[in-house]
């Protein structure tokens, strides 16, 4: 893929070709690493961290989400789901990557 970006005021426009190689090489080592793993990329919610947050989640990850008490909830049922911030979408991808690696290994 190719993402055009736009700098200044002035309409200048640049290509970000390492921006998406580094996110698409991410996602290879991901699908290499643990296959069959969901994944998520996403900006940072507050109290998130700064940035783009980033999910991977085991094939036989499940939650009941459900609401009750006048609040959502939800609740772990199996599988692993690990996640990684960072300024760098390809960054907060390894971040979550080697956090599930970690979460398999126990």
Known sequence: GEIWLQFGSDAGVGRAWNYTASI?????LVEEVLPGWRYGLRTA???EGDGHYAWL??????VLTYHAGGEDRSDHISGI????????????????LLNAIQGEQG
Request: hydrophobic share 55%; net charge negative; aromatic share 10%.
């Open 81 to 96: 789901r690990e996640f990684g911030v960072s300024a760098s979408p390809a960054i907060a991808i390894l971040i979550a």
């Open 24 to 28: 698409d090489a991410a996602l290879a």
């Open 45 to 47: 919610w507050d109290g």
């Open 57 to 62: 989640a085991s094939p036989d990850y499940q």
